[in-house]
Nanobody, 121 residues
């Protein structure tokens, strides 16, 4: 059974940092591309960051709004993908979800339940 479980969300002041984690089970994690998405109230879900499954030639993708502030990484030994979020802004407030994309698909096949991130003073 495929399962993605996010953790690390919470309330943080503007300028602060959080690190989200998404732990996977039920599939060959190292073979899947992993992504973080977010959805704010009244807005469409948007891609925040993505990382491909390879080690030495890892490729990354980031939304323009988070470049230079967020970093995606993965630990294949722990079946976990991380999102380090620095210099947080109120507009980063959203539910953050991770998803897994197998090599034979162009879209995510599995999603986590999401974790709330609130940036407010």
């Amino acid at each position: 059974q495929v399962q993605l479980v996010e953790s690390g969300g919470g309330l943080v002041q503007p300028g602060g940092s959080l690190r989200l984690a998404c732990t996977a089970s039920g599939f060959t994690f190292s073979s899947y591309a992993m992504s973080w998405y977010r959805q704010a109230p009244g807005k469409e879900r948007e891609l925040v960051a993505a990382i491909n499954p390879f080690g030495s030639n890892t490729n990354y993708a980031y939304a323009d709004s988070v470049k230079g502030r967020f970093t995606i990484s993965r630990d294949n030994a722990k079946n976990t993908v991380y999102l380090q979020m620095n210099s947080l802004k109120p507009e980063d407030t959203a539910v953050y979800s991770c998803c897994a994309r197998p090599p034979y698909l162009t879209h995510c096949s599995s999603w986590g339940q999401g974790t709330q991130v609130t940036v407010s003073s």
